[in-house]
C-alpha cells in the first residue's frame, strides 16, 4: 500500500508527465493524414486573452458544427483520467457510490444541478437551473465560484480548455 504522501507526488508527476502529450510532432500522426484544424477559443465569456487549441480536443467535449474532425478519443481520455485524480477526493462516479465532501456524478449529464438525493447543496446551487451538459459543465469548471456564485465547491477550476475537455469526456464515459 502506497503511503499518503506518496500516492500525492505520483499524482503530481503523473499530471506534470501529461502536460507534455498535447504535442504537435506527435510520432501517431499519419505521415500522409492533414494536421489537426486550428481554431481559437476563448476561455469564457468574460475572458480577454484566447488560446490556440486544437479543435479535436474542443470537439470531443463541446459539440462543433459543420466538423469532419478526427478525435484522438483514446488519447484524450488518458488525460481526463489523470486530470480527474484531483476530483476523485471530493467525488465519486460509480453508479453505487456514495457521497463524499462533493456528490457522487454518476447520471450527471441532463441531470439538474443540485439534486442529487441526500447530499447538501448549498441554496444557490439548488436554485441555479443549471441543467448539467458538455457546455453547462466546462463554464463551470472554469472557476465553480464564479459560474454559481455562493457555491460551497472549494475548487479553484479548471483554466485550460484542453484540460476541460478531456475532463469532460471521461465523465461522459464513466457516468
Not at 47 to 73: R, Y
Not at 133 to 158: H, R, W
Amino acid at each position: 500500500m502506497i503511503k499518503p504522501n506518496l500516492r500525492i507526488i505520483f499524482s503530481l508527476v503523473a499530471i506534470m508527465a501529461l502536460s507534455g502529450c498535447n504535442n504537435d510532432n506527435d510520432q501517431n500522426h499519419p505521415p500522409n493524414a492533414p494536421a489537426p484544424a486550428k481554431i481559437v477559443a476563448s476561455e469564457s465569456p468574460e475572458a480577454k486573452k484566447t488560446d490556440e487549441i486544437d479543435s479535436a480536443t474542443v470537439a470531443a467535449a463541446v459539440t462543433v458544427a459543420n466538423t469532419n474532425v478526427e478525435i484522438d478519443e483514446a488519447k484524450l481520455l488518458r488525460k481526463g483520467k489523470i486530470l480527474f485524480l484531483q476530483c476523485r477526493a471530493c467525488h465519486t462516479l460509480e453508479l453505487d457510490g456514495g457521497h463524499l465532501v462533493g456528490p457522487n456524478l454518476n447520471a450527471l449529464f441532463d441531470s439538474q444541478a443540485g439534486m442529487k438525493p441526500d447530499f447538501a447543496y448549498s441554496e444557490e446551487m439548488s436554485g441555479s437551473n443549471i441543467k448539467w451538459n458538455e457546455e453547462t459543465l466546462d463554464q463551470f469548471l472554469i472557476k465553480p465560484s464564479d459560474y454559481v456564485p455562493g457555491t460551497i465547491m472549494a475548487f479553484v477550476g479548471v483554466e485550460k480548455p484542453e484540460d476541460r475537455a478531456a475532463i469532460i469526456l471521461y465523465l461522459k464515459n464513466n457516468t
